[in-house]
């Protein structure tokens, strides 16, 4: 069993939808959560990162933990085809003293048709 | 200034070649990254550098070599690589001391081709 599951898509939708984009992990010891995009032949960049459980709101982005169930999520609201692109899950446990591992999720590709 | 740089852009190199890969950051950040990402899969990591030591290497081939001069500079050193070599190598930084040190930036990567 991978420690990070993500559905990998593509999920196409039509502009203006709601996106819903998951992953489920089954390693107790992660606490920070975070969301990256990445644009084709691009490196990720930072979207969105949660501490433990609860809501995180930016913009036309909501990052939702809930750590008793394993599961995390991002929502986007008013997509738009410029979100179109890779969604990438990521957590880490706390190794301050290292610098912190990321776990990567597989990745969903986002598709937002105009 | 939250970029990383990474040179070059793209690389073909045949399985005999020397060559390397460069990473440069601006932001004080004192953690380095090294990931390969393969076309459709998420990055792999493959080595940290904490403070200019090297703290994590994922067990990666000692064909990869990588090296921190500086707290500004990451390089790595690719010597008789593999066709399975080729892909996306990825320089990532951040910053350990800080509350968001699990934020990690990440530069544009270099498409490498073994052939």
């Known amino acids: 069993q991978k420690e990070v599951e993500q559905d990998p898509g593509p999920l196409s939708v039509p502009e203006g939808a709601i996106v819903s984009l998951n992953c489920t992990y089954s390693?107790?010891?992660?606490?920070?959560f975070m969301w990256y995009r990445q644009y084709s032949r691009k490196g990720p960049e930072l979207l969105m990162y949660?501490?433990?459980?609860g809501n995180k709101e930016d913009g036309r982005f909501t990052a939702q933990v809930d750590k008793s169930s394993k599961y995390i999520s991002l929502f986007i609201r008013d997509s738009q085809p410029s979100d179109s692109a890779t969604y990438l899950c990521?957590?880490?446990?706390?190794?301050?003293?290292?610098?912190?591992?990321?776990?990567f999720g597989a990745g969903t590709i986002l598709r937002v048709k105009s | 200034d939250t970029e990383v740089t990474q040179t070059p852009k793209h690389l073909v190199m045949g399985m005999t070649n020397k060559k390397s890969l460069k990473c440069e950051q601006h932001?004080?950040?004192?953690?380095m990254y090294w990931y390969k990402q393969k076309a459709k899969k998420p990055p792999e990591l493959m080595f940290v550098?904490?403070?200019?030591?090297?703290?994590i290497n994922e067990s990666v081939p000692s064909r990869f070599s990588p090296e921190c001069p500086n707290s500004s500079l990451l390089n790595l050193h690719l010597h008789a690589l593999q066709p399975e070599d080729s892909a996306l190598y990825l320089c990532?930084?951040?910053?350990?001391?800080?509350?968001?040190?699990?934020?990690?930036?990440f530069g544009p990567g270099t498409r490498l081709t073994v052939t």
């Open positions: 990532a930084s951040s910053d350990p001391t800080s509350g968001t040190f699990y934020e990690q930036y």
């Open positions: 390693n107790s010891a992660f606490q920070y």
């Open positions: 949660t501490y433990s459980s």
């Open positions: 990521a957590m880490s446990s706390l190794l301050m003293e290292y610098g912190n591992k990321l776990v």
């Open positions: 932001m004080g950040h004192r953690a």
């Open positions: 550098y904490s403070y200019e030591k090297l703290s």
